[in-house]
Antibody, heavy 125, light 105 residues
Framework: QVQLVQSGAEVKKPGASVKVSCKASGYTFTSYHMHWVRQAPGLGLEWMGTINPSGGSTTYAQRFQGRVTMTRDTSTSTVYMELNSLRSEDTAVYYC??????????????????WGRGTLVTVSS | DIQMTQSPSSLSASVGDRVTITCRASQSISRKLNWYQHKPGEAPKLLIYAASSLQGGVPSRFSGSGSGTVFTLTISSLQPEDYATYSCQQSHSYTFGGGTKVEIK
């Protein structure tokens, strides 16, 4: 079954770090980039960054540069997202999502076709 | 950065209603626009990519249109399982709109 299974909810204190995992199954893990997206209470979805599971290269959204690290373990088909120096505004549901590309008439379109169910991270003193 | 603005932020509709959601980009994004449906506790679901291409398995009552800076998602006849939040995404730099919550009237 093609799916992304994320780790369970976390509660952290301000200043701490959190590491969320996303295990892929049912497809070739190294063939598709993976993204991380979060949704804070009352706000819209926010793209955090992406990792290429094949070589491990990453691209992060500017606002998370220096605070987020995305890694992968090809032996377990798992990607990880670690966020440091947590503050209350980081309270959110964090999702992993698979990248797909569709090309037509010489134009390529990118989208996220498979998502995990999300991991709630609560930052509270 | 390309900003995405959705309207309305919420709406109330009855089963069978036609629902239209609009997404505006701060600059032209051609047809590089996706639509997602998400519900609490569930994995978000891709509905439409490339502005108007229906993802496999998505009911045909969902349709997308537009290009450049203005896009719409239409649900032709709202069903009980369609009560959810809908978000657009531009795929140049992956920015999402603020979401539209569709509630029961």
């Amino acid at each position: 079954q093609v799916q992304l299974v994320q780790s369970g909810a976390e509660v952290k204190k301000p200043g701490a770090s959190v590491k969320v995992s996303c295990k892929a199954s049912g497809y070739t893990f190294t063939s598709y980039h993976m993204h991380w997206v979060r949704q804070a209470p009352g706000l819209g979805l926010e793209w955090m960054g992406t990792i290429n599971p094949s070589g491990g290269s990453t691209t992060y959204a500017q606002r998370f540069q220096g605070r987020v690290t995305m890694t992968r373990d090809t032996s377990t088909s798992t990607v990880y997202m670690e966020l440091n120096s947590l503050r209350s505004e980081d309270t959110a549901v964090y999702y992993c999502a698979r990248h797909r590309t569709h090309c037509s008439n010489g134009i390529c379109y990118w989208f996220f076709d498979l998502w995990g169910r999300g991991t709630l991270v609560t930052v509270s003193s | 950065d390309i900003q995405m603005t959705q309207s309305p932020s919420s709406l109330s509709a009855s089963v069978g209603d036609r629902v239209t959601i609009t997404c505006r980009a701060s600059q032209s994004i051609s047809r590089k626009l996706n639509w997602y449906q998400h519900k609490p506790g569930e994995a978000p679901k891709l509905l439409i990519y490339a502005a108007s291409s229906l993802q496999g398995g998505v009911p045909s009552r969902f349709s997308g249109s537009g290009s450049g800076t203005v896009f719409t998602l239409t649900i032709s006849s709202l069903q009980p399982e369609d009560y959810a939040t809908y978000s657009c995404q531009q795929s140049h730099s992956y920015t999402f709109g603020g979401g539209t919550k569709v509630e029961i009237k």
